[in-house]
Structure formats: structure tokens, C-alpha cells
T-cell receptor
Framework: EAQVTQNPRYLITVTGKKLTVTCSQN?????MSWYRQDPGLGLRQIYY???????DKGDVPEGYKVSRKEKRNFPLILESPSPNQTSLYFC????????????FGPGTRLTVT | GENVEQHPSTLSVQEGDSAVIKCTYS??????FPWYKQELGKRPQLIID?????GEKKDQRIAVTLNKTAKHFSLHITETQPEDSAVYFC???????????FGTGTRLKVLA
């Protein structure tokens, strides 16, 4: 089954404790992206990757890191989480370039206390 | 950068009525115009998209129309049903750039 998976689905952590949210896709997509969703603000892009070892910043990259060492995986790293990073996070993937449907993962709800 | 606005932010319609959501964008080079639907507690999913060489596209009860001159495109849902209740997002984009800007969403409520 073609899918995008994320783990964990729910996470409660404390300020400053490093965490990683994993994202994996099995559709051989070149493009992968991370978004955060907050009430009233829609989906805002954090980072994206056009292919292995190629990443770039989206609109809200501060406080986040990513890596793309393998085509199927695109982990999101919060080195020192803060309460303002409490949000719902979605990973998405698509074939290379624009004009292609993005497939979203199920989301990760993160709470930072 | 691209500026994307959606209107209205909330919309309530009676079951069976039509609903129209409008997305306005600023980048005249935009050439791909998708609409995503997000049901409560679920992930966004593409429901319909259109490319700049087409003015209108229909898929059963949903349609998208594009006005490139005015830089807006709209989602039309006819004969609305309770399962159409969701948040809808537009995300116009441009070939050659890899940033995506989503609209802030429209919450549609279909009243039975």
C-alpha cells in the first residue's frame, strides 16, 4: 500500500529535550516536506527536500533541522524544543517538482511543556 | 514571495445547497492550482487540481475554476452532503520553485 508514515503520532516532552520525528514514504518520491499546522494559520512549510542530500528552508525553519540521507526517509529534528513549537506536524511527499499531488502522513501532535 | 488568501474562512450551508470557496494568489507565474480537503482529525488529501492551460475542471460534484487574469481560482461543491464538512485548503504553486504556500483554510459545515 502506497503511504507516508510518521512516528510518533503523539509526543509530550519538556523544553530543551532533543527529539526526532521520523517520516518515511514507499512511493519512490523525490520531493518530501514538513509542515506545521496551527489554528487559524493553515499549513506552514518548515523544510523541504528535492532529493537525497538536497534540502532547503520553508517559511518557518527556525528551531528545526532536517536530513535526507535516504530517498524514503526525511526526519525532523528539534534540537532544543520550546513551547512555541507545540503544534500538529505533517510530513508530505510527491514526485519531483511542482504540479504533482502531495501525499501527507497521518500527523504528529507535539506538546512541549 | 507568494501571498495566498482564502475566503471565506468559515462557510455554513444547508445540505443540498452549493458552496464556493475562493483562493486569491499574488504570483502571476503560478501554474498549478490544487485543493486539499482535511476532515476532522485526518490528514489533508487532494480532491481536485487544475493546471494553467485549463479554465475549469469537474469531478462529479466538485469543480475548480481558474481566472489567471484576476489571479484567483475557486472550488465549487454542488449538492452538498454532510460528509463534505471539512476544512479546505488551496495551495497554488509555480514550476521551478519548491516552496509551498497554503491558504489559511475554509471550514465548511453542511447542515442536515
Amino acid at each position: 500500500e502506497a503511504q507516508v508514515t510518521q512516528n510518533p503520532r503523539y509526543l509530550i516532552t519538556v523544553t530543551g529535550k532533543k527529539l526526532t520525528v521520523t517520516c518515511s514514504q514507499n512511493m519512490n518520491h523525490e520531493y518530501m516536506s514538513w509542515y506545521r499546522q496551527d489554528p487559524g494559520l493553515g499549513l506552514r512549510q518548515i523544510y523541504y527536500s528535492m532529493n537525497v542530500e538536497v534540502t532547503d528552508k520553508g517559511d518557518v525553519p527556525e528551531g528545526y533541522k532536517v536530513s535526507r540521507k535516504e530517498k524514503r526517509n526525511f526526519p525532523l529534528i528539534l534540537e532544543s524544543p520550546s513551547p512555541n513549537q507545540t503544534s500538529l506536524y505533517f510530513c508530505a511527499s510527491s514526485f519531483w517538482g511542482h504540479n504533482y499531488e502531495q501525499y501527507f502522513g497521518p500527523g504528529t501532535r507535539l506538546t512541549v511543556t | 514571495g507568494e501571498n495566498v488568501e482564502q475566503h471565506p474562512s468559515t462557510l455554513s450551508v444547508q445540505e443540498g445547497d452549493s458552496a464556493v470557496i475562493k483562493c486569491t494568489y499574488s504570483d502571476s507565474a503560478s501554474n498549478y492550482f490544487p485543493w486539499y480537503k482535511q476532515e476532522l482529525g485526518k490528514r489533508p488529501q487532494l480532491i481536485i487540481d487544475i493546471r494553467s492551460n485549463v479554465g475549469e475542471k469537474k469531478d462529479q460534484r466538485i469543480a475548480v475554476t481558474l481566472n489567471k487574469t484576476a489571479k484567483h481560482f475557486s472550488l465549487h461543491i454542488t449538492e452538498t452532503q454532510p460528509e463534505d464538512s471539512a476544512v479546505y485548503f488551496c495551495a497554488p504553486s509555480t514550476s521551478g520553485t519548491y516552496k509551498y504556500i497554503f491558504g489559511t483554510g475554509t471550514r465548511l459545515k453542511v447542515l442536515a
